[in-house]
């Protein structure tokens, strides 16, 4: 089981590690805001502060090196006021390690440490990813393609690939959507809701559309960034940043270039490990 704190400069500790072993304190407890107005009942997530307490090991030159290290991985975060991130299993929230406590712990070869974790909102989060690759035939053929005396929203084709989506959380879901060059007026259909970008990328290039923020970024070969916000397909605006709906979904494209969906499973607490 990995439990692991990685700092914003991707400098990390494991809680449970050979000479770290968590001895009091979870993360399986929840607490939402309720409040009431105009006779509806409200519910908000908030923040939340976690205290996990870990007995270090060791020789005592070893376990000063241990805490002198955890403290400088904390620490970075709190002076840069940037969250870290705290993975638990498959898991993972944003967070800071705001306080430390260090004692002799009930062994005097051993010492604890109490760490106050807060979090800045109690949402704990799973990313399961979805790979939408390119299929040879699909870039090469073109007597495939169907062309249609109408405007369609996008090309149909004898080669299109579908997969199927499985959303486990409990309720819509937020997504990344990468499209990766080279092509021309990429699109992916999610259930009825189609997501295309009306642009072309090189070789090396990729766009992302992120539900969360209702963005869309081009990304060039040298990381140079493009807003592609007023690119999306006119037919499809009013619900272009709609969440992946939770169940099972199908999702269908040209299979002529590669892509990616992420779908974020969000939760007010980790599901608990097996």
Not at 89 to 115: F, H, P, Q, V
Not at 193 to 207: H, K, P, R
Not at 224 to 231: G, H, M
Request: aromatic share 14%.
């Amino acid at each position: 089981m990995i439990v692991r704190y990685v700092n914003s400069q991707n400098k990390s500790f494991d809680f449970i590690d050979v000479n770290v072993l968590p001895v009091s304190g979870y993360f399986h407890q929840r607490k939402l805001n309720a409040s009431i107005a105009n006779d509806a009942t409200i519910i908000e997530i908030n923040d939340c502060t976690y205290t996990i307490t870990l007995n270090l090991r060791g020789s005592l030159d070893e376990r000063k090196k241990k805490l002198d290290e955890i403290c400088d991985i904390i620490e970075v975060d709190c002076n840069a006021n940037i969250p870290g991130t705290l993975y638990f299993g498959d898991y993972y929230i944003k967070c800071y390690i705001i306080s430390s406590n260090t004692s002799i712990a009930t062994i005097n070869t051993r010492t604890s440490l109490e760490l106050g974790i807060f979090c800045p909102k109690q949402e704990w989060t799973k990313q399961k990813q979805y790979i939408l690759p390119a299929y040879a035939s699909s870039k090469s053929s073109k007597k495939d393609i169907k062309k249609y005396k109408y405007s369609y929203p996008y090309i149909y084709s004898a080669n299109k690939g579908t997969i199927s989506i499985v959303n486990d959380s409990l309720s819509d879901s937020d997504f990344i959507l990468r499209f990766y060059g080279e092509c021309s007026n990429p699109y992916i259909k999610v259930g009825n809701i189609l997501y295309q970008v009306n642009t072309t990328l090189a070789d090396g290039e990729y766009l992302e559309i992120d539900s969360s923020n209702n963005t869309i970024t081009g990304f060039d070969k040298y990381g140079n960034k493009r807003n592609l916000f007023y690119y999306r397909d006119m037919q499809s605006r009013s619900d272009f940043f709609v969440k992946i709906p939770s169940g099972l979904s199908e999702a269908s494209w040209s299979g002529s270039f590669n892509a990616e969906l992420i779908v974020f499973d969000k939760r007010g607490e980790p599901r608990w490990m097996q």
